[in-house]
């Protein structure tokens, strides 16, 4: 199956100075990310805050231009096309539906505004897709000529998600499309969203720092970690067997009403990680619990023991997954 969307050697570098007359200071957001994926599948991207999850998704929207790399998407190059053209293939689904909308619009006009970009359709026809689109995703046809603020958060990501797919994209990414809202939303937003991808055949990038909803909805999940996906694999295999330190440190890492059981100890120590200080050999190295000596001068970029994607030295095809185990 050829893949709806790949990304080859994607690259995102920020410039900018401590101060006035302070040093240059090199920020490499996004550094070498490639992969691709098949019609129909949902590709969870986690990480820490600052891994860079959300400049990766802005550079394959187009938001962001890239330093280095391109995004295919059916095989044609998103920086080869129009707006126009590009907007047809591939959407956003924001955090906050809130700031997402335009306050000033009706719900109408809200959803039609990627019809009336693209001036092709009628207003008659423009009017009859926006209430069959916000059929779809569970909103009555008189919410129609409502505001934003006349809505609950569900409703209003319920609008952005309609808007997302009034053009009927191939591809759609959402940043963290559930964080704003509370709990009960978040699971009906999950099922809306799952519902949507097997009835009109969509592709999602979702990208999320919560791993229990991309357990929940992603085929296949990728662990970001300073501008790179340090462990890819499908979601059965990264939850149940994972072999990344930091892959196991952040599952470790999920908080759970048991009690007694308290803050969880992952062992990553107090050090954050800084993308504009990246350090020499493994990244992950200053951090990790089971780092060897070679970890500090050799990098791990590219190795796939067994076929799955892990950038780390001490994982290998004849290395048992328990022998990686991060100390408890």
Do not use: W
């Amino acid at each position: 199956m050829s893949a709806a969307i790949e990304v080859r050697g994607l690259r995102r570098v920020f410039r900018g100075r401590n101060g006035l007359f302070g040093a240059e200071r090199v920020v490499r957001a996004v550094d070498g990310i490639g992969f691709s994926l098949a019609a129909g599948d949902v590709l969870g991207i986690v990480g820490e805050s600052g891994c860079g999850k959300s400049t990766l998704g802005r550079v394959i929207m187009g938001l962001l231009p890239p330093s280095e790399g391109e995004v295919l998407v059916d095989g044609k190059r998103l920086d080869t096309l129009d707006r126009r053209a590009r907007a047809r293939l591939i959407q956003p689904v924001f955090q906050d539906p809130f700031s997402s909308l335009n306050p000033r619009q009706t719900i109408e006009q809200i959803v039609g505004l990627p019809l009336a970009a693209q001036g092709d359709v009628s207003g008659r026809q423009r009017r009859e897709r926006v209430m069959e689109m916000l059929s779809r995703v569970g909103l009555s046809p008189e919410m129609a000529q409502r505001l934003p603020a006349q809505l609950s958060g569900g409703q209003r990501q319920r609008v952005a998600i309609a808007r997302a797919l009034v053009l009927r994209p191939r591809i759609v990414v959402c940043d963290e499309p559930t964080s704003a809202l509370d709990v009960s939303v978040q699971a009906q937003i999950l099922n809306l969203l799952a519902e949507l991808r097997h009835e009109l055949g969509l592709t999602y990038l979702f990208i999320s720092h919560n791993l229990a909803v991309v357990e929940h909805i992603a085929t296949e999940v990728a662990v970001m970690y300073l501008g790179r996906f340090v462990e890819q694999a499908p979601v059965d295999d990264l939850f149940r067997t994972p072999r990344h330190p930091y892959t196991r440190a952040l599952l470790a890492s999920v908080l759970t009403p048991e009690p007694g059981r308290g803050i969880p100890d992952v062992g990553l120590g107090e050090a954050y990680p800084d993308p504009a200080n990246i350090p020499p050999g493994c990244r992950f190295h200053p951090r990790c619990p089971i780092a060897e000596a070679r970890c500090r001068t050799e990098s791990p970029e590219g190795r796939r023991p067994n076929g799955r994607l892990v950038e780390c030295l001490l994982v290998g095809d004849d290395v048992a997954a328990d022998s990686l185990r991060v100390p408890a």
